[in-house]
């Protein structure tokens, strides 16, 4: 019978033995990466958690915005060498678009506190498309934010001065985050929503749908035909019929004065699914009243 030292030389002789893949030492600092920054993340949702939404401030007339930047790879061509690198090298892989977070921002003042993540494109083998894709994602959710801490800003100004005090402003939260729904070599298509809370939460929705064998924008005429309306106005009000149905939910008809579905407009939001159906969405208050939520309906092809 082996003892325990015998035993111990012989597996460190098997693993010495074993072949390690090129790409293992990428892949597990990868992994730890990807793991420091989700530790952070964590750590500073559970700071907001103890902090809570109704806690009271005393804060200066002056006060300087608290901005921490955990990440930020920049938007050339190749926003992440190294990652980029390490992709192509990979079987299966190196062909398939990411989507990861390129930059991610906490930032704090009297009036808000927002957390950001901006998401970016890596792996496009049209390098331009990804870098007008990058370009445009970046424009449009900044943009979007800087015109929320704008009337944030405005929001508390008009609080004191209508005979508010300063402690009893509450902070309102920006969050900037999104969501990838399919990527193949046929289709990319993400979202990217911020949520402004205050007494209730406010959405705005960016969707992007493009067409990698053509390096242009997906359109539902392109999922759906030419017919692409009639399509999708007739399930969408097959769904809503069915949806109502349910004990709570409720959706406009024109009974009380508010125009309920007709139908879709030409710039109609959607994302494609995994089964590569569009599925097109409906912000708060467009076709129902605000605790139905943002409303979404699968069109099968």
């Known amino acids: 019978m082996l003892n325990k030292n015998d035993k111990f030389s012989e597996l460190k002789d098997i693993y010495e033995n074993v072949e390690i893949p090129a790409q293992l030492a990428q892949m597990v600092q990868n992994t730890i990466n990807q793991a420091e920054t989700e530790l952070l993340q964590e750590d500073l949702k559970q700071q907001r958690l103890k902090r809570g939404k109704k806690m009271k401030r005393q804060i200066g007339s002056v006060a300087a915005a608290a901005v921490i930047v955990i990440g930020s790879f920049g ?3 190749n926003t992440n060498k190294a990652f980029a690198d390490t992709v192509s090298e990979i079987p299966v892989l190196g062909s398939l678009a990411k989507v990861f977070t390129i930059e991610q921002v906490h930032e704090e003042t009297d009036a808000y506190v927002a ?3 901006i998401p970016g494109i890596e792996g496009l083998k049209d390098k ?3 870098k007008r894709i990058n370009e445009l994602v970046h424009k449009q959710v900044t ?4 015109e929320t801490k704008a009337m944030t800003k405005e929001d508390k100004k008009a609080f004191l001065e209508t005979g508010g005090k300063e402690e009893d402003f509450m902070q309102r939260e920006i969050d900037v985050d ?3 729904t399919c990527v193949n070599d046929k289709v990319l298509s993400f979202s990217v929503y911020k949520t402004q809370t205050m007494a209730s939460a406010y959405f705005d929705m960016f969707y992007y749908n493009y067409d990698l064998t053509t390096s242009q924008p997906l359109a539902l005429r392109d999922l759906l035909g030419e017919k692409y309306k009639e399509i999708a106005d007739k399930q969408i009000k097959e769904q809503i019929a069915e949806r109502s ?5 409720m959706y406009w ?3 009380d004065g508010i125009d309920g579905f007709t139908t879709i407009s030409d710039n109609q939001q959607f994302y494609v699914n995994k089964k590569g ?3 097109i969405v409906f912000n708060k208050y467009e076709i129902a009243p605000g605790y139905m939520g943002i409303q979404e309906f699968e069109i099968i092809k």
Not at 143 to 146: Q, S, T, Y
Request: glycine share 8%.
């Open 178 to 180: 999104y969501n990838v």
């Open 253 to 255: 008809d024109g009974s």
């Open 245 to 249: 149905k349910e004990a709570d939910a």
């Open 128 to 130: 331009e498309l990804q």
């Open 143 to 146: 943009a979007a934010v800087d």
């Open 75 to 77: 938007l050339g061509v």
């Open 115 to 117: 957390d950001m993540k």
């Open 277 to 279: 159906n569009p599925v």
